[in-house]
């Protein structure tokens, strides 16, 4: 049986993200800082996350380009393995 270690990357790292983002944007709009200081914090905090996303993205995309080589690859030992059936029955008929 295979296992299913699958897992639901998109959208774990999208609610993560805005999760985020959200108590962020909350916590900062509550702090006592001037308005100037706090929009320097946001968009700072901003651009933290946006390149915790950009990285979570390309670990997103490295995952899924290894589970596309694994597929192939299983995918070829089937063809392989079809192939030498059929050869086999084609010897024995």
């Known amino acids: 049986m295979s296992e299913n270690n699958s897992c639901p990357v998109g959208g774990l790292l999208t609610a993560f993200a805005v999760g985020a983002l959200a108590g962020a944007t909350i916590a900062l709009l ?13 968009a700072a905090k901003g651009k933290e996350l946006k390149g915790k996303a950009h990285d979570a993205i390309e670990d997103a995309k490295d995952f899924i380009d290894g589970k596309k080589a ?24």
């Open 70 to 93: 694994e597929i192939a690859a299983a995918v070829e030992a089937g063809k392989e393995a079809m192939r030498e059936e059929r050869a086999k029955h084609q010897k024995n008929a």
């Open 30 to 42: 509550y702090a006592p800082r001037s308005g100037e200081e706090t929009r320097k914090l946001i």
